[in-house]
């Protein structure tokens, strides 16, 4: 079980690194865009990466490279919000292919996914951290390096605890 604590450090097994938490801290998520990172249990789903950017990565998940027109839905009239999505689109979305490199790895977590309840919150992943640990919309983020190392040591069957 990976542990994610309010004092801004994830744990599993014998690694314990620092991470950034969503703004609003971790509570009971209310709505979509409330800055909280969600309190519970959840699965890691799929694992996306850069190829271009990360290079030596092993994982006992199938990797999933990220393209240019990759996006998640964040738009509640959506009938896929919450879901990847193809770009273009019309509906309201974050894009996964970014100039920045906070989604050069990106492990979905399992929050409102199945059922997925409009307007509850999407998009919750770990992924990579901005400088000095900024806080994030409500994901959880590590440095680079950590997250690579944190990739290369779970399996499928591993649930993250938050809070």
């Known amino acids: 079980m990976i542990i994610v604590k309010k004092s801004g450090y994830l744990k599993y097994k014998n690694f314990r690194f620092r991470c950034a938490l969503g703004k609003g801290g971790i509570k009971q998520k209310q709505i979509e865009g409330d800055f909280i990172t969600p309190k519970g ?34 738009d509640t009239k959506s009938p896929y ?19 920045s490199n906070i989604y050069d790895l990106i492990i979905v977590l399992s929050y409102n996914i199945n059922p997925t309840i409009k307007n509850k919150g999407s998009a919750i992943f770990i992924h990579v951290t901005r400088k000095n640990y900024q806080p ?22 591993i649930k993250i605890k938050i809070g």
């Open 81 to 99: 919000y919450n879901k990847l999505i193809k770009l273009p689109t019309k509906y309201s979305h974050e894009k996964l292919y970014k100039r």
């Open 136 to 157: 994030t919309q409500g994901c959880v983020a590590l440095k680079k390096r950590n997250l690579i190392k944190l990739i290369s040591k779970i399996n499928k069957n």
């Open 41 to 74: 249990k959840f699965k890691l789903i799929k694992i996306y990466y850069r190829k271009d950017r990360v290079k030596k990565i092993s994982s006992k998940f199938k990797l999933i490279d990220i393209k240019k027109n990759m996006g998640w839905c964040d």
